[in-house]
């Protein structure tokens, strides 16, 4: 099974907490016993924990629907662009402000492999509105994540100020998922 860092469900834990302890009840309802045992767990942020393949039941999936009700693309998104906003240590949100958004495209590529055991990440296609970011040798990665990560992508946009952000995913070669954004 793939791997993701714990420092996202730690992360996912502090919003779904925040919200109340009858929203992680919710939550808890959901989830099959090793998801539940993930969220229980004292996950530290470079520990490994297990990436679902399959949406129901995982931790992000259904902590999505819980916090954001209703269509489950939009809740993905939803949750990624919260997550990116709340992810990217304080000192880095001072430094984005800095560099050209070309330059924290590229730095999130890199980071890919911090954060996931497997996929290589790349941007390409980069021009002062647009770039596209690009994850290949990984045809497994779950549509879920897909299209959370799209929204992942819309919060580092805000983060960086990028006026009317837009994603595209690219779906059309499993072996190549792309993610094309475009900014005004």
Known sequence: ??????????????????RGPAMEAKLLELLDQENIDVWKADTLAVSWNPLP?????????EAALVLFPGDSNR??????????????????????RIPTPQFVWKRVAVLWRSFYDSGDA????TGPKQMTFVLSNYPEYPPYMREYLSGYF?????LLHLPNMKVQKDE?????WRWHLRWD
């Open 1 to 18: 099974m793939n791997k993701v860092k714990g420092s996202g469900t730690l992360i996912l834990k502090k919003i779904v907490r925040d």
């Open 75 to 96: 809740a993905l998104r939803e949750l990624g662009r919260i997550m990116a906003k709340e992810g990217l240590p304080w000192f880095y949100q001072i430094f984005i």
């Open 53 to 61: 393949l399959e949406a129901k039941g995982s931790v992000l999936y």
């Open 122 to 125: 790349s941007v390409e296609n």
């Open 172 to 176: 059309s070669n499993p072996l190549t």
């Open 154 to 158: 819309l919060g580092v946009g805000e």
